[in-house]
């Protein structure tokens, strides 16, 4: 087990600011990200990216759920199918895609998460690799890595426009947005690259930042 994590930042292409997602905002975003998924460019923020088939090798310590730190995260009131929900940080709204005959087993889907400066989200740790792209704004990604023998060490990164981000499963993990920004989020198993089911554990340093702000959810 590789315990030394590294988020890994692709800074290939930029996008265009605008002032509200729409379904043009998720398929510019995918496309992004099947571009970005085949071809890597140095991180205009220090470093290079390293082949992505590198990242999906690194995973966090499965130890982490052991810590006094963890705890399960309780259970979303969101709906099923695709939804969206508002709080004082923004929107975030989830699609799926059904298929002509509805008899896909694991529906395909994306997360698009508003987000205003000053805001947090996260703050929590998933079983599986997960991945954002940030479409316009700005943010710092905190990551908590395990370099320091068994301790966990906080890690920072700014990241802008056309950013791609991927936190390996079993990382504690809190983003904190500096500009008004758009994400999207989703969840893949690092051996087959397939989508995950979305699963998560607070973790409370993190966690506290973010608190529990009251959400309004509506089916969409």
């Not at 908590?144 to 906080?154: A, I, P």
């Not at 426009?161 to 994400?183: E, Y």
């Not at 409370?204 to 959400?215: S, T």
Request: charge should be positive.
């Amino acid at each position: 087990r590789n315990t030394d994590t590294r988020t890994r930042v692709w800074c290939a292409m930029r996008a265009t600011s605008v002032t509200r997602p729409d379904l043009r905002i998720v398929v510019m975003c995918l496309c992004f990200g099947v571009i970005l998924g085949r071809w890597s460019a140095p991180c205009a923020h220090g470093g290079c990216a390293r082949c992505e088939s590198d990242v999906f090798d690194e995973f966090g310590d499965k130890n982490v759920y052991d810590s006094p730190d963890v705890s399960p995260a309780p259970p979303s009131p969101s709906p099923t199918g695709s939804f969206s929900f508002s709080d004082g940080r923004g929107t975030y709204e989830r699609r799926e895609f059904l298929s002509v005959d509805g008899k896909e087993k694991d529906v395909p889907y994306v997360n698009v998460v508003r987000s205003f400066a000053g805001t947090f989200r996260s703050g929590d740790i998933h079983a599986c690799h997960q991945i954002n792209l940030l479409a316009f704004g700005e943010a710092v990604v905190t990551t908590m890595e395990g370099s320091d023998g068994n301790r966990l060490v906080e890690r920072t990164r700014t990241v802008t426009g056309g950013d791609r981000v991927v936190i390996p499963a079993h990382t504690p993990h809190l983003w904190r947005f500096t500009k008004d920004s758009l994400i999207t989020e989703s969840w893949l198993h690092a051996g087959n690259r397939t989508q995950c089911k979305f699963s998560a554990w607070f973790y409370v340093p993190l966690r506290d930042k973010v608190g529990d702000p009251k959400k309004t959810f509506v089916a969409v």
